[in-house]
C-alpha cells in the first residue's frame, strides 16, 4: 500500500469512529429504538431480559460504542491503516 492509500484508509476509519459514537449516542438517548417490528423476534437480549434490563443494557452498549469510536480515532487512523497494510 502506497501513502495514498493509507490516507485514503485512515479517512475511513475516522469515519467508522464517528459512526460509532453517533449510534452510542443514539442509543443512549433513545435505548427503546429497536424494540419494534422484526427486531422483537430476532433480538434474543428483548427475549431474555425485563424491559427496565434492556433499557440499561442498552445505554451500556451505547457508552461501549462512543468510547470504542474515541479510541478508533485517538490511537489515529495512520498506525491502523499501517497495522492493517501489514496484514496482508
Known amino acids: 500500500m502506497d501513502s495514498s492509500q493509507l490516507g485514503q ?3 475511513w476509519i475516522n469515519i467508522i469512529g464517528l459512526l460509532l459514537i453517533g449510534v452510542g ?4 438517548l433513545k435505548p427503546d ?6 427486531w422483537t423476534m430476532t433480538s434474543i437480549a428483548q427475549r431474555t ?12 452498549v451505547g457508552v461501549f460504542y462512543i468510547i470504542l469510536g474515541i ?3 485517538l490511537v ?6 499501517a497495522f492493517i497494510a501489514s496484514l496482508g
Not at 33 to 38: D, L, M, W, Y
Not at 49 to 60: D, F, H, I, Q, S
Not at 76 to 81: D, L, T, V
Open 9 to 11: 484508509l485512515g479517512f
Open 33 to 38: 429504538i429497536f424494540k419494534r417490528g422484526i
Open 49 to 60: 431480559m425485563t424491559p427496565e434490563n434492556y433499557l440499561k443494557y442498552m445505554k451500556k
Open 76 to 81: 489515529g487512523p495512520e498506525r491502523i491503516a
Open 25 to 28: 449516542i443514539l442509543f443512549i
Open 71 to 73: 479510541l478508533l480515532i
